[in-house]
């Protein structure tokens, strides 16, 4: 039984990655920004976030994994120098399939539901729906590349996001590059078998809506460039990895009355944008930030 369930694991592989040889099942991390200054004003504020991460693949046969998750992330901020902290959440699932199309070529199909607001009387006009359409060349055991697609309904109306992805493990497995883009990247080197070392970015954009007096009046549109290095130790036979994170992130909060969208946005495009903005907060701030990730090593399966 423990040999077929290994066995079913390692079919994994050639899914949901383009050429490595492990899976981050979960994954957790805290982050918090250097206070900054309100525009025209002397009141301090800070950015704290939260994100864990969680993935469940299911086989179902050879061909097929059924891929489930879920996300979850929190900003604290003051939005406005005279108002207490703002907390804005974002629960985001997955469920879809990974689909093997033949030696080479693989796919990715998700349903992307999402909650997101200030989580004060949610209700059903806080969800929002997206998906994902993602194909992936595995050219060999240690490159691949990939190409997607990415909407979503957001407060301000639809969002659209092209992807690529690109996946390059040096022979030695002492370097790697891995890129998931525009939404994040990461390059590192392994010092040791327990240590590494890397840079990585890592890109957020969504959108809240928030409750003032007990009415949803307003939403936040966020966009936010994270740019980190950082030291990385394996602990437990490598199956856990601890990281400390010191960067520079780039945040942008803009708020917007509840009843005015746009049409159609494409990356940083935004068609018919007609929107009056209530209040800007610009900051660029370092980041400190803590990471644990449990990685499941196929490489150590196949062995």
Not at 61 to 85: C, M, W
Not at 250 to 258: A, G, H, K, M, S
């Amino acid at each position: 039984m423990k040999k077929k369930i290994i066995q079913l694991l390692f079919l994994i592989l050639p899914f949901l990655c383009s050429a490595q040889e492990y899976i981050d099942l979960f994954s957790v991390n805290y982050g918090k920004s250097q206070e900054k200054t309100f525009e025209d004003s002397s009141v301090n504020t800070s950015i704290s976030t939260f994100q864990t991460n969680l993935t469940l693949p299911v086989v179902l046969n050879e061909k097929y994994i059924a891929v489930t998750g879920v996300n979850f992330s929190s900003y604290s901020l003051q939005l406005f120098p005279d108002s207490n902290n703002n907390h804005l959440y974002s629960t985001n699932l997955r469920a879809g399939l990974s689909v093997k199309h033949s030696e080479h070529w693989s796919g990715l199909y998700l349903f992307l539901p999402k909650v997101a607001s200030d989580y004060i009387n949610v209700s059903n006009k806080d969800i929002y729906l997206g998906g994902l359409a993602l194909l992936k060349y595995k050219r060999n055991e240690n490159f691949g590349y990939g190409l997607g697609l990415y909407g979503s309904s957001e407060a301000y109306g639809m969002s659209v996001v092209p992807i690529i992805t690109f996946y390059y493990h040096s022979p030695d497995k002492r370097f790697e590059i891995n890129a998931f883009m525009p939404n994040d990247a990461d390059i590192n080197y392994s010092l040791t078998d327990k240590t590494r070392i890397g840079v990585d970015f890592l890109g957020h954009g969504n959108s809240y809506k928030l409750t003032t007096d007990n009415i949803r009046s307003n939403y936040v549109e966020n966009n936010s460039l994270d740019f980190s290095s950082y030291v990385q130790r394996s602990i437990l036979d490598n199956k856990i990895l601890l990281r400390l994170k010191l960067g520079y992130s780039l945040n942008e909060f803009r708020v917007y009355p509840i009843d005015q969208k746009l049409d159609l946005q494409i990356l940083a495009l935004k068609f018919g944008d007609n929107r009056t903005r209530l209040f800007e907060d610009k900051s660029n701030t370092i980041l400190l930030k803590m990471e644990a990730i449990y990685r499941f090593d196929l490489s150590k399966v196949k062995k």
